[in-house]
Structures are given as structure tokens and as C-alpha cells.
């Protein structure tokens, strides 16, 4: 090990933050990109689905919380794209390889959100599920990435809560509001719990991750604690829990679940999600169609800068005479 | 010596490393790195932080306090955006 390489690991073992100017291996800079740029495009693409809703939301109030809700997540891809770029990577780097499809996003979002229910289930399960996530990220190395964290898990509590309170709603109404909670719980619970990726025997980037701490929690123990705080509120709703085989182990003190279907999340992974193409498409649209935008304002800029020069030129030359 | 020719600077400081650089005060100097050594000397001299950060107070464009309730009002009315808007029952309330 080099002096470097000894100074950043002694950083990491007593729980000291790494930041931006200090010496990191190129392998965990790497990293870092890879996991915080995936995770600033998650929260931007998730704005999909539930945008989808804004304009066919039931009632006034639920279009103006639903609308504070997207409004945030594309708030959050700010923090993480501002924290990916302390390492060096550019914005519109992070938008091409989104865009040409080698970086990834989190796939929950390549599901349709199809029925009203859906709405609460994607507040209630998928921000819930993300919430188990983030909490434990606000411990991870790399100080950037924890403070954008931090501030996003004190911004995430209102979305699960608005979620659940819809599907409350939904489970107090007719039958038939109760069967559409039911079916949007049924298709999203699955999904939900493929959030936390793959166990921790398969995953790729994991024991490095570790390592590094940049990950503080294990695939497998994440989704353990969100299948343990669900099982509760999904009785609460009075609703059929999708996992037939749930059951609580007293010694082990967590709930014994059913396998994941690992066909569909790879799958999804690999592109033949429900939406995929389309969730890419319709980000490099808005894109290209916001072009204007970029443009006008470089344009603006120009002509301050050229303004500015002018006066001060002027400003000397009567100095002059 | 006068300070008139000087520039100002903010002087911001990290106090462990982790946190957010925080204002402590400001300083005159020549140049930024006269500022950065003035600031070491001026606020750091019990091991106050870790890092220094020092900005021409030039360079920072501030919102104004008097305009801070036209500035701010178009987040006054909307209290669901706090988690405590949503009243649930006891049982599923830790979330
Ligand atoms: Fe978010
Ligand atoms: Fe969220």
C-alpha cells in the first residue's frame, strides 16, 4: 500500500468522511459515479410514472400533494447529480450515458403506474423501500453523497405517508376501491423488494462496496427490514399479504419469506421491463425539446458578459481622458 | 495601514470532517490566499476545524430579508409537504 492508499483506508476504518479534494483510488471514485449517478437518474426517470397522474389525480388536494411529491424527487436528482459531480464527472456525461442506456436507474420505475392505486402503492412501498435504503446511506463514506442523503431522507418521510394514507383511503371505500388496492399492493410489492438487488451470494459490486463503506448495510438485511415493517401495515390495510409464505421465525426474530422471482428483475434489468424504452424515450424528448431553454439562456449570458465588457471600457476610457 | 483597499472576504468552516462548511465571520485581505492564512489565524486558533473555505463577499449574491415574505410565500401554503400533514392511526404511524 502506498502512504496514500494507507492514509484513505485509515480514514474509512475510523469512520472519518472522505471528501472531495482528498486522494481517493480511481476504483472507488468509479464507484462512487457509478452508484450516486444511478441513483440521481432513479429519482429523475421516477418522476414518470407518477407524473403520469398529476393531471387525473381524484381530487384538488391529492393533484397538490402529488405535485409536491414529483417536485421533490426531481429535487433529489439535483442534490445527487451536484454530489456526483465533486467527483468529476460533468452533467451532461451523467445525461448521454442515461440516455444511451449504459448507465442504469433503479428498474421499479420500468413499471407502468396504471390505476389510481398505484399512486399509493408507489409512495407507500417503492419510497418506503427506498427510505430502508437511504437511511442507511446517510452513514456511507463518501461526505458529499451522506449530506445529500440526510437531506433527502428528512424530505422522503411525507411521501410514504402520503402513500399510505391514500391506500387507507382506498381500503375504507367501496369494494371496488378496496380490489384496486389489493391489485396495485399485488404488483408492487415484488418489485419493491427487487429494489435492494440481487442477495448478497450474487452481488457484482457489493463486497467492495462494503469495504469502502460505501454501502453500510447488506442487500439481504436491507430487504429483511422492509418485509419486517411491512407486514404490520399491510394488516392494517386489511389486505391480503402477496407473499403466501410469510411467517414469522421466533428464532430468528424476522418474518420467513418467499423467493423473489429472479427471472423477471434480470429481465427488467436487462431491458424488457413493462417500460423501458419508453422511459428513456420520453427523457431524451423532454430533453431535446428543452434545448431552447439551454440555448436561450447561453445566449443571455453572451450578451451580459458583452455588456459588462462594453461598460467597462467605456469606464476607462474616460478615465483616460 | 488601512483596510480600505482591501477586499472582504466570508471565512467558512468545516468543524469535523463530514459536516457542511458553516459562516463563522469575515475578513479583509489582500487575496484569497492572504485570506485563507488570516482566517487560519483569526478562527481556527483552538482547532476549531478542518477545513477552511474563504469567498469574496463580492462574489455572493444573497436574497434580501425584507423580501423575505413575497420571497418565500409560495411555500406557506403548502403544509402537506410536511410528513406530520398526514395523520395516521397509531399503529402504522412510525413511518
Ligand atoms: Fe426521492
Ligand atoms: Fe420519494
Given at each position: 500500500?502506498?502512504?496514500?492508499?494507507?492514509?484513505?483506508?485509515?480514514?474509512?476504518?475510523?469512520?472519518?468522511?472522505?471528501?472531495?479534494?482528498?486522494?481517493?483510488?480511481?476504483?472507488?471514485?468509479?464507484?462512487?459515479?457509478?452508484?450516486?449517478?444511478?441513483?440521481?437518474?432513479?429519482?429523475?426517470?421516477?418522476?414518470?410514472?407518477?407524473?403520469?397522474?398529476?393531471?387525473?389525480?381524484?381530487?384538488?388536494?391529492?393533484?397538490?400533494?402529488?405535485?409536491?411529491?414529483?417536485?421533490?424527487?426531481?429535487?433529489?436528482?439535483?442534490?445527487?447529480?451536484?454530489?456526483?459531480?465533486?467527483?468529476?464527472?460533468?452533467?451532461?456525461?451523467?445525461?448521454?450515458?442515461?440516455?444511451?442506456?449504459?448507465?442504469?436507474?433503479?428498474?421499479?420505475?420500468?413499471?407502468?403506474?396504471?390505476?389510481?392505486?398505484?399512486?399509493?402503492?408507489?409512495?407507500?412501498?417503492?419510497?418506503?423501500?427506498?427510505?430502508?435504503?437511504?437511511?442507511?446511506?446517510?452513514?456511507?463514506?463518501?461526505?458529499?453523497y451522506a449530506r445529500a442523503m440526510i437531506r433527502i431522507c428528512k424530505e422522503e418521510s411525507f411521501h410514504q405517508?402520503?402513500?399510505?394514507?391514500?391506500?387507507?383511503?382506498?381500503?375504507?371505500?367501496?369494494?371496488?376501491?378496496?380490489?384496486?388496492?389489493?391489485?396495485?399492493?399485488?404488483?408492487?410489492?415484488?418489485?419493491?423488494?427487487?429494489?435492494?438487488?440481487?442477495?448478497?451470494?450474487?452481488?457484482?459490486?457489493?463486497?467492495?462496496?462494503?469495504?469502502?463503506?460505501?454501502?453500510?448495510?447488506?442487500?439481504?438485511?436491507?430487504?429483511?427490514?422492509?418485509?419486517?415493517?411491512?407486514?404490520?401495515?399491510?394488516?392494517?390495510?386489511?389486505?391480503?399479504?402477496?407473499?403466501?409464505?410469510?411467517?414469522?421465525?421466533?428464532?430468528?426474530?424476522?418474518?420467513?419469506?418467499?423467493?423473489?422471482?429472479?427471472?423477471?428483475?434480470?429481465?427488467?434489468?436487462?431491458?424488457?421491463?413493462?417500460?423501458?424504452?419508453?422511459?428513456?424515450?420520453?427523457?431524451?424528448?423532454?430533453?431535446?425539446?428543452?434545448?431552447?431553454?439551454?440555448?436561450?439562456?447561453?445566449?443571455?449570458?453572451?450578451?451580459?458578459?458583452?455588456?459588462?465588457?462594453?461598460?467597462?471600457?467605456?469606464?476607462?476610457?474616460?478615465?483616460?481622458? | 495601514?488601512?483596510?480600505?483597499?482591501?477586499?472582504?472576504?466570508?471565512?467558512?468552516?468545516?468543524?469535523?470532517?463530514?459536516?457542511?462548511?458553516?459562516?463563522v465571520g469575515s475578513l479583509h485581505a489582500e487575496d484569497p490566499a492572504q485570506a485563507l492564512e488570516y482566517a487560519?489565524?483569526?478562527?481556527?486558533?483552538?482547532?476549531?476545524?478542518?477545513?477552511?473555505?474563504?469567498?469574496?463577499?463580492?462574489?455572493?449574491?444573497?436574497?434580501?430579508?425584507?423580501?423575505?415574505?413575497?420571497?418565500?410565500?409560495?411555500?406557506?401554503?403548502?403544509?402537506?409537504?410536511?410528513?406530520?400533514?398526514?395523520?395516521?392511526?397509531?399503529?402504522?404511524?412510525?413511518?
Open positions: 500500500m502506498t502512504p496514500e492508499e494507507q492514509n484513505f483506508m485509515r480514514k474509512i476504518e475510523t469512520e472519518e468522511k472522505i471528501e472531495p479534494k482528498d486522494w481517493m483510488p480511481e476504483a472507488y471514485r468509479k464507484n462512487l459515479i457509478r452508484q450516486i449517478s444511478q441513483h440521481a437518474h432513479s429519482e429523475v426517470i421516477g418522476t414518470q410514472p407518477e407524473g403520469n397522474w398529476i393531471t387525473r389525480a381524484p381530487s384538488l388536494r391529492r393533484k397538490a400533494v402529488l405535485l409536491a411529491k414529483v417536485q421533490d424527487e426531481a429535487g433529489h436528482g439535483l442534490y445527487l447529480y451536484s454530489a456526483t459531480e465533486t467527483l468529476g464527472i460533468s452533467r451532461d456525461e451523467m445525461i448521454a450515458a442515461l440516455q444511451d442506456g449504459s448507465a442504469k436507474y433503479a428498474s421499479i420505475f420500468n413499471y407502468p403506474a396504471q390505476t389510481w392505486g398505484d399512486v399509493g402503492a408507489i409512495g407507500w412501498l417503492v419510497d418506503g423501500a427506498a427510505i430502508v435504503n437511504q437511511v442507511s446511506l446517510q452513514r456511507t463514506s463518501y461526505g458529499p405517508r402520503q402513500g399510505y394514507e391514500l391506500m387507507l383511503e382506498l381500503c375504507r371505500g367501496t369494494p371496488e376501491q378496496k380490489a384496486m388496492a389489493q391489485d396495485s399492493l399485488n404488483r408492487f410489492y415484488w418489485p419493491a423488494l427487487m429494489m435492494f438487488g440481487p442477495h448478497d451470494s450474487e452481488s457484482a459490486h457489493s463486497a467492495r462496496s462494503m469495504q469502502w463503506k460505501i454501502k453500510r448495510e447488506s442487500n439481504d438485511d436491507l430487504r429483511q427490514k422492509f418485509i419486517d415493517q411491512t407486514v404490520k401495515q399491510i394488516e392494517f390495510l386489511g389486505l391480503e399479504h402477496p407473499d403466501k409464505a410469510i411467517c414469522w421465525n421466533e428464532a430468528r426474530g424476522h418474518y420467513d419469506s418467499g423467493e423473489i422471482d429472479w427471472d423477471e428483475f434480470y429481465a427488467v434489468i436487462n431491458g424488457n421491463g413493462h417500460c423501458n424504452r419508453q422511459r428513456l424515450q420520453h427523457h431524451i424528448k423532454v430533453h431535446e425539446e428543452g434545448s431552447w431553454v439551454r440555448e436561450a439562456l447561453a445566449a443571455y449570458n453572451e450578451k451580459q458578459k458583452a455588456r459588462k465588457q462594453q461598460a467597462e471600457a467605456n469606464k476607462s476610457n474616460q478615465n483616460v481622458a | 495601514m488601512t483596510t480600505e483597499n482591501l477586499e472582504l472576504f466570508e471565512v467558512f468552516i468545516r468543524s469535523k470532517r463530514g459536516l457542511d462548511h458553516k459562516h487560519r489565524d483569526c478562527y481556527t486558533r483552538r482547532s476549531e476545524g478542518v477545513s477552511i473555505w474563504v469567498v469574496r463577499s463580492a462574489d455572493i449574491v444573497a436574497s434580501q430579508e425584507d423580501d423575505a415574505e413575497s420571497f418565500y410565500d409560495p411555500s406557506d401554503d403548502k403544509p402537506y409537504r410536511h410528513a406530520t400533514y398526514y395523520q395516521l392511526p397509531d399503529p402504522v404511524n412510525n413511518m
